[in-house]
């Protein structure tokens, strides 16, 4: 596609249900990012994805998150036992080098996932 | 580590005036700086960086490293300028050959007609 694709755009879950939130990158982009946004905290770094390296995890805020990667192209963020304070909303975003902005390369983000735990 | 901070939650000016985000990071090393704006109903999209040291929609950033600072100056803001705005920092060498792209929470920019 011409841009970063996420779904679902929305998702309402109850508090302890597990989800599933997707992201298509860029086609041939080979880096991907998921941050999260929440009110007033602005964006946090959640996980790294580059080629084939293993993922830099170093954002995860807890063990009931965790993301795949299959075939270097679509990503899955998996939320486990789903908190309120989950509530926020995912971005997803992608960039074709493999020095995340460090020579340039600019980092196109999705429209986000909202995400809402009642 | 690593730190960006945008003091100003939100921001008024009047359509005409200059504007001025500010943006303070903390690092020790040599940093690349971002700003990154989200319109309203939009993606977040990149606005401008240091090292092209250009000016986007009449918006331009310079880095100031003896006062850690990175702000982001317009002289005459249009009512199209309102969004949110968000100074992003790349530093630290994170081991899993990646470097950490930190943000700050951001300013939202309301210009009023």
């Known amino acids: 596609g011409a841009g970063v694709s996420q779904s679902p755009s929305n998702k309402v879950t109850e508090k302890g249900k597990d989800v599933e939130l997707r992201c298509d990158p860029i086609?041939?982009?080979?880096?991907l990012y998921w941050y999260r946004q929440s009110l007033g905290q602005g964006l946090e770094f959640l996980i790294y994805?580059?080629?084939?390296?293993?993922?830099?995890k170093s954002g995860l805020p807890s063990d009931r998150f965790s993301a795949e990667r299959t075939g270097g192209s679509v990503s899955t963020l998996t939320i486990q036992r789903t908190q309120q304070e989950d509530s926020a909303v995912y971005l997803c975003?992608?960039?074709?080098?493999?020095?995340?902005?460090?020579?340039?390369?600019?980092?196109?983000f999705g429209e986000g996932s909202w995400l809402t735990v009642v | 580590a690593q730190r960006v901070t945008q003091p100003e939650k939100l921001l008024s000016v009047f359509k005409g005036a200059p504007v001025e985000l500010k943006c303070n990071y903390s690092?020790?090393?040599?940093?690349?700086l971002f700003w990154y704006v989200q319109y309203s109903r939009q993606r977040l999209q990149l606005l401008l960086r240091h090292i092209s040291r250009e000016s986007i929609k009449g918006f331009t950033a310079d880095l100031n490293k003896g006062e850690t600072s990175f702000h982001l100056k317009k002289p005459f803001a249009q009512e199209e300028d309102s969004a949110m705005y968000y100074c992003?920092?790349?530093?630290?060498?994170?081991?899993?050959?990646?470097?950490?792209?930190?943000f700050g929470k951001g300013t939202k920019l309301s210009v009023i007609p």
């Open positions: 086609s041939g982009h080979t880096a």
């Open positions: 992003a920092l790349n530093g630290e060498y994170s081991g899993a050959g990646s470097y950490q792209l930190t």
């Open positions: 690092y020790s090393g040599s940093p690349e």
């Open positions: 975003a992608s960039s074709s080098g493999n020095d995340r902005g460090r020579t340039g390369n600019t980092i196109y």
């Open positions: 994805f580059q080629g084939n390296s293993a993922p830099d």
